[in-house]
């Protein structure tokens, strides 16, 4: 029986499969709390998982980091990747790998040795900063005073270079400007009513291709950053931070919960997938009569409550099968989010994470619920002597 609830677990998960591809079971540092500081003269010689509402990391860390919180300051040097969400962030310290992040606003001041993917309201790209690859995602305001060794693309409200294009522009900018300090070695290609702007000192040295967007029945267009990879990102991260917020508030619900799951992984799987197609499907119905139009809008509304709160307890599920001993329901949080966030981004297993991750979510939550409304207590009858 027990090698049946671990297999089950494993299949809904597609966890144990990942953990070999991402490294994670093997060389882990995890931080939690209201404030977190790497200082200067330390080492994390591993992967570092940090959650909480300040983040600051000033010293090296031979590995991965992976941080959730209200605002991150990475000075320090960063062998490995850096994926990270919060509303402010800023780079200071060099990046030997990629960059992943998501935030209202963004600031790299430092050398970038790989690629830069980023979905902000502002970016920007400070002067002293160098980008060795490609800039990717979507913002709405885009500012490089630096440079960018390659490519950029990207979709922007407001796209500025006062620095270094080395090779194309491509995506789509309501307004593209080249500034005085500005040069474009290559190519722009994007999608705007809107000529570039060059200033007096600022060149293109490529072709420039602007291509009018397609007309929407006299509906501007929302936001560009609304329909690009970039948002994506911001929103996977957005969805850890959101994660890690509710389970500070509640966190005996998610222990409770996870417990309970863990000893029936079975129960808690059939209840997600059978709820995933018998809801929807009495939804549909309901709308079909006009007397069940009301029940069918208001059990609608707690469907997309239990839709939205899944996530976060699979992500903890997840964290605390990586972290059973651990009594930091923050850190155990931050970790199993993190990492459905990284499956998100793997190309067919990250469709089978989202769908594992919903079902089981789903399971957890309609479990959950049964037990605060049928459970009573127990009444204990005396004998009279």
């Not at 309970?260 to 995933?276: E, Q, R």
């Not at 709160?309 to 099968?321: I, R």
Request: hydrophobic fraction near 50%.
């Amino acid at each position: 029986m027990k090698y049946i609830k671990t297999i089950t677990l494993v299949l809904g998960l597609v966890i144990l499969s990942v953990l070999a591809f991402v490294g994670v079971a093997n060389a882990q540092s995890f931080k939690s709390g209201d404030t977190i500081t790497v200082p200067a003269n330390e080492t994390v010689n591993n992967m570092l998982f940090a959650g909480g509402n300040n983040i600051y990391i000033a010293g090296t860390v031979n590995g991965d980091v992976i941080c959730g919180g209200q605002t991150v300051t990475i000075s320090g040097t960063i062998n490995g990747d850096v994926i990270c969400g919060g509303q402010t962030i800023i780079i200071s310290g060099k990046v030997n790998g990629d960059i992943r992040l998501g935030g209202q606003t963004v600031t790299i001041s430092n050398t970038i040795d790989g690629s830069a993917t980023v979905g902000a309201q502002t970016l920007v790209i400070d002067k002293n900063a160098k980008i060795n690859r490609d800039l990717l995602g979507g913002s709405q305001n885009v500012t490089i005073n630096g440079q960018v060794k390659r490519d950029i693309v990207a979709r922007a409200t407001n796209l500025t270079v006062n620095g270094k294009v080395w090779r194309n522009i491509k995506g789509g900018a309501e307004n593209i400007t080249i500034g005085s300090n500005g040069l474009v070695v290559g190519n722009i290609d994007y999608t705007s009513n809107n000529n570039p702007v060059i200033i007096k000192g600022g060149k293109i040295l490529g072709k420039v291709t602007v291509t009018a967007p397609k007309t929407q029945n006299n509906n501007k267009a929302f936001s560009p950053v609304a329909f690009t990879f970039g948002f994506f990102v911001y929103a996977f991260i957005a969805a850890m931070i959101i994660a890690l917020v509710l389970v500070g508030l509640s966190p005996r619900v998610f222990n409770e919960a996870t417990e309970a799951t863990i000893k029936k992984p079975g129960m808690t799987f059939l209840v997600g997938l059978v709820s995933a197609i018998v809801i929807p499907a009495l939804i549909f119905f309901l709308f079909m009569s006009f007397i069940g139009i009301p029940l069918a809008l208001l059990l609608m509304l707690a469907w997309l409550l239990v839709m939205a709160v899944s996530g976060p307890f699979a992500a903890y599920l997840l964290g605390k099968l990586l972290l059973p001993k651990s009594k930091q329901p923050v850190g155990i949080m931050a970790l199993g989010a993190a990492l459905l966030l990284i499956l998100y981004f793997i190309p067919i297993i990250g469709f089978i994470a989202m769908i594992a991750a919903y079902i089981f979510g789903m399971g957890i939550v309609l479990n959950r619920a049964k037990w605060l409304t049928i459970s009573t207590p127990k009444v204990v009858h005396k004998k009279k002597a």
